[in-house]
């Protein structure tokens, strides 16, 4: 949001991701754009004129939280083995999915999907923070080669969507993570 907007637009802003928030965090990426609004004591085009895709304002809702990995993805690069620091990160990953609703909902778009004008900037964001514990992974021979971010940003997202409904879906989702990062044949 510019500077130079008026006081009162900046205020709208503020209450409108506020409220939106708390609707986020209790109906999930469904939350409804109209009572948004209402809640905001906004009209349904001022939500549109601050936030013109429901897209950009999951980004919006989640931005504190994509901040958060990203410096967690920063902070545990060059540390420690590879393959444990991607995998801490990913595991975060499908955590802060599992946690926030909505989350794993504005990560879940490509760029050329069904919004070619908003870039995603979640997933972008993730993109560029892991880029270096994958790469330094790839070259450590820790994980297959091919796999790239968005592949990790998607099956921490399906994790996330898969369990949003489980009676302990953070539970179900750390054991289904732990499942798909140890394969399903018997170690040996």
């Known amino acids: 949001m510019p500077d130079r907007q008026r006081a009162d637009a900046r205020r709208n802003y503020a209450r409108i991701l506020a409220v939106a928030e708390e609707e986020v965090a209790a109906h999930g990426s469904g939350a409804s754009l109209e009572q948004i609004a209402r809640t905001a004591g906004v009209g349904s085009a001022t939500v549109r004129r601050h936030f013109p895709t429901r ?3 999951l980004e919006a809702v989640s931005r504190h939280r994509i901040e958060a990995l990203c410096v967690r993805a920063h902070d545990l690069t060059g540390t420690g083995d590879s393959r444990t620091a991607l995998l801490e990160w990913l595991s975060d990953v499908v955590a802060y999915c599992v946690a926030a609703r ?3 909902a504005a990560l879940s778009y490509d760029d050329a ?3 070619p004008v908003h870039e995603n900037a979640c997933s972008a964001a993730l993109a560029e ?3 270096p514990l994958l790469r330094r992974a790839a070259q450590d021979g820790a994980v297959t080669a091919g796999v790239t971010v968005a592949d990790l940003i998607t099956l921490a997202v399906g994790i996330a969507l ?4 489980h009676p302990d879906p953070a539970a ?3 054991r289904l993570f732990r499942l798909t990062v140890a394969g399903l044949s018997p170690q040996s």
């Not at 898969?162 to 409904?165: G, K, N, R, Y």
Request: aromatic share 6%; no cysteine.
């Open 129 to 131: 923070a892991a880029a």
């Open 172 to 174: 179900r989702a750390d």
């Open 113 to 115: 999907g069904s919004d």
């Open 162 to 165: 898969a369990t949003e409904h």
């Open 102 to 104: 909505g989350l794993a």
């Open 55 to 57: 897209y950009a304002l």
